[in-house]
């Protein structure tokens, strides 16, 4: 599983140029943490029952170690 999206990646799955991510750094930095996320998804071919699957896991995990 890749662990990061770099923000040429990002750019080329989105079709924007690599600047325009950088700028969203600090103007709009919760839209490039979803963006990147969904990149995140995109190239680890995950879908949402996956995604879904694996935040189960991690609400399992959370209460086991209490």
């Known amino acids: 599983m890749k662990k990061k ?3 040429k990646e990002l750019a ?3 079709g924007k140029s690599e600047q325009t991510i950088k700028g969203w750094k600090s ?3 919760e839209l ?3 963006v990147r996320l969904g990149a ?3 190239v680890n071919d995950l879908d949402s ?3 879904l699957k694996l935040s189960e896991l991690k609400d399992v995990i959370k209460s086991s170690d209490s």
Do not use: D
Request: aromatic share 6%; hydrophobic share 45%; with cysteine.
């Open 40 to 42: 995140l998804c995109k």
């Open 32 to 34: 490039l943490e979803i």
């Open 27 to 29: 103007r709009f930095p």
């Open 12 to 14: 080329e799955l989105i």
């Open 5 to 7: 999206v770099t923000n």
């Open 49 to 51: 029952e996956q995604i």
